[in-house]
């Protein structure tokens, strides 16, 4: 079965703390994964996608993700997280007909 | 910046009642998908569109109606809201050979 699953429900962080947040797919065809944001009262924004080449993807905000094959993984990462870091962030795979698969996404707090 | 617009924001109607959630973009995309997403849930689609004409139910079991008569426009419908369809809907579009997906910033109903 296609699925998406995000382990860390709720991170609480200070400022300059470090970042990441764990996904795993499940999925037998052409892996194209994605990270979304989506900061209080604004839309679901990219911020970053994998679909093939360097496993290391960058995006948007500091943000980076490691696609790792063998662990079914794309795990997000941040080195220095700010307060405006602050929102839900969802793993997504894409599966056939440009479908997207959501994980249950992961609050992030960051305190001053 | 995403020009994928929902309407209304919010809403809360009673039991019965028939609505229709707008959902419009202004990129000329082929595809648009409904998504439904509960707190603290993943975002499950429920329908979506390759193009004028065309559209197809999604993974999660909706009672909902759409149509797609026109490429910038794929109105959501409830023929008789009940309380279980309570939610938060996020429309999006994508077009065939990218694969970035653009979110509006939903619509959240309440029907009591």
């Known amino acids: 079965a296609q699925s998406v699953s995000q382990h860390n429900h709720h991170v609480i962080l200070s400022e300059a703390a470090s970042l990441e947040l764990g996904c795993n797919y499940s999925?037998?065809?052409?892996?194209?994964l994605f990270w979304y944001v989506q900061y209080p009262g604004q839309h679901l924004q990219l911020l970053l996608k994998?679909?093939?080449?360097?496993?290391l993807v960058k995006g948007i905000k500091g943000f980076e993700a490691e696609f790792i094959k063998s662990k079914f993984s794309f795990n997000l990462r941040k080195p220095s997280v700010q307060w405006s870091d602050t929102a839900e962030y969802f793993c997504?795979?894409?599966?056939?007909?440009?479908?997207?698969?959501f994980g249950t996404g992961t609050r992030l707090q960051v305190f001053p | 910046e995403a020009d994928i617009y929902q309407t209304p924001r919010y809403l809360v109607i009673g039991t019965g009642k028939k609505i229709t959630l707008e959902c419009s973009q202004t990129?000329?995309?082929?595809?648009m998908y409904w998504y439904q997403q509960d707190p603290g849930m993943e975002l499950h689609l429920i329908h979506y569109?390759?193009?004028?004409?065309?559209?197809e139910k999604g993974d999660l079991s909706s009672e909902s109606t759409v149509s797609r008569i026109r490429t910038e426009h794929f109105p959501l419908t409830l023929e008789s809201a009940r309380p279980s369809h309570t939610s938060q809907y996020l429309c999006?579009?994508?077009?065939?050979?990218?694969?970035?997906?653009?979110f509006g910033q939903g619509t959240r109903l309440t029907v009591v």
């Open positions: 999006a579009s994508s077009y065939t050979g990218t694969l970035e997906a653009f």
């Open positions: 999925y037998g065809g052409t892996v194209n």
């Open positions: 994998y679909f093939s080449g360097d496993p």
């Open positions: 997504a795979v894409k599966v056939e007909a440009d479908k997207l698969i």
């Open positions: 990129m000329g995309h082929d595809k």
């Open positions: 569109s390759y193009g004028v004409n065309s559209t």
